[in-house]
């Protein structure tokens, strides 16, 4: 949880990633019937991206560290590792029907989306704090 502590960007992309679910959550309480089982998949998606942002924001920490040839070896094995829990979460949301996987992918989309908006963000944030 260091890297949540002392990295700016992880948290807006975080905090980007959590605007994106809110809106969706505002969508899918006024347009389903089905909304615990519709929110569920999506806070377990949130909470997945949630774990791969710091889970990346660890492994890049770390693979600067290290020479060339085992950088690529080690970001290879951790970006694995995230896809395969990413993968094993909407699995299991599928296999055992307590939230629904495509809100979860929508949920997990929101790294995507975190990513594209952290720019703004950190923007807005500079100019709420009165930085520039």
Aim: hydrophobic share 55%.
């Amino acid at each position: 949880m260091d890297q949540l502590r002392n990295n700016p960007t992880l948290r807006e992309l975080i905090l980007g990633a959590a605007v994106y679910c809110a809106l969706w959550e505002a969508a899918l309480l006024i347009f389903t019937d089905r909304k615990l089982y519709h929110s569920v998949g999506l806070l377990c998606g949130f909470v997945i991206c949630f774990i791969l942002a710091v889970s990346m924001a660890g492994s890049i920490a770390v693979a600067v560290t290290l020479d060339e040839k085992s950088a690529r070896a080690f970001t290879q094995r951790k970006a694995a590792i995230r896809y395969l829990l990413a993968c094993a979460g909407i699995i299991i949301l599928a296999v055992f029907d307590f939230g629904n996987p495509l809100t979860c992918f929508a949920g997990l989309m929101g790294l995507k989306i975190g990513a594209y908006i952290q720019p703004f963000i950190h923007r807005l944030i500079e100019k709420i704090k009165g930085v520039n």
